[in-house]
C-alpha cells in the first residue's frame, strides 16, 4: 500500500518568508510525527499528533513554528519568517498507535528546505 | 526517555557478521528497546524491536542481556547495501508525555568491499 508522503521534494525560500510543508500518513496510522535533521546530525524531534489528543508541541524550537492535522489524515508544518538555521530536511512519520508492538514508524522521504 | 550512547561509525567488510551494541543504563521497566536504519538521503526505516532476551526477524537479531542495561544488534553475512545509519532507540515511545523520541546522531555502519 502507498506509504508516507511529503510534499515538496524539495523547496528554497529567501529569508522571511513563510513556508508549508505537507505530510500524508499511511491510512490508518493514529499518530504522526515530525522530525528536523540538520545535516549529519540525528532526527530532532518537533511536535507529535496522536488521535484527537491535543498535539505535543514541546519540541517544536521557536513560535515561527506551527502544525496542523485534519483528524487522522493530512498534517501541514507551517515556518513563519524563515530563517538560515532551519534550513534542514523536515521528515514526518507515522504510526498505527504508540505502544510497544503498534509504534513502529513509518517514515515519509523528506522536505528539504533551504532558506537563502 | 532513556539516554542512549552507541558507537560514533563502524567499519566492516562483506559477508561479515556486524554487531552494534548499544548503552542505556537508565532504562525503565516498561521500555522497549528499537532500532531503525537510515539510508542517504531517505527517512529512517524501522528494523527491528524488543524488550528482552533475543528477537530476530529476516533483517536482523537483537540481543538483550538480562539487566536490559545494554543490547546489540547483528546483522548477519552484511553487504555493501547495509552501509546506513543504525539508531538505537529505547522507551515507549509518548506515553509520558514528557517524553520525546531522541534519535541521537546514530552508528554510521560503512561496509567495505
Known amino acids: 500500500g502507498a506509504g508516507v508522503s511529503q510534499s515538496p521534494s524539495n523547496k528554497v525560500t529567501e529569508k522571511g518568508k513563510d513556508v508549508e510543508l505537507r505530510c500524508d500518513p499511511i491510512s490508518g496510522h493514529t499518530a504522526l510525527y515530525w522530525y528536523r535533521q540538520r545535516l549529519g546530525q540525528g532526527l530532532e524531534f518537533l511536535i507529535y499528533f496522536q488521535g484527537n489528543s491535543a498535539p505535543d508541541k514541546s519540541g517544536l524550537p521557536s513560535d515561527r513554528f506551527s502544525a496542523e492535522r485534519t483528524g487522522e489524515s493530512v498534517s501541514t508544518l507551517t515556518i513563519q519568517r524563515t530563517q538560515q538555521e532551519d534550513s534542514a530536511v523536515y521528515l514526518c512519520a507515522s504510526s498505527l498507535g504508540t505502544t510497544a508492538g503498534a509504534n513502529e514508524q513509518y517514515f515519509g522521504p523528506g522536505t528539504r528546505l533551504t532558506v537563502t | 526517555l532513556a539516554k542512549t550512547t552507541q558507537p560514533i561509525s563502524m567499519d566492516s567488510y562483506e559477508g561479515q557478521e556486524v554487531n552494534i551494541t548499544c548503552s542505556h543504563n537508565n532504562i525503565a521497566t516498561n521500555d522497549y528497546i528499537t532500532w531503525y536504519q537510515q539510508f542517504p538521503s531517505q527517512g529512517p526505516r524501522f528494523i527491528i524491536q524488543g524488550y528482552k532476551t533475543k528477537v530476530t526477524n529476516e533483517v536482523a537479531s537483537l540481543f538483550i542481556p538480562a539487566d536490559r542495561k545494554s543490547s546489540t544488534l547483528s546483522l548477519p553475512r552484511v553487504s555493501l547495501s547495509d552501509t546506513a545509519v543504525y539508531y538505537c532507540?529505547?522507551?515507549?515511545?509518548?506515553?509520558?508525555?514528557?517524553?520525546?523520541?531522541?534519535f541521537g546522531k546514530g552508528t554510521r555502519l560503512h561496509i567495505l568491499p
Open positions: 532507540l529505547v522507551g515507549e515511545q509518548f506515553v509520558n508525555r514528557d517524553d520525546k523520541i531522541i
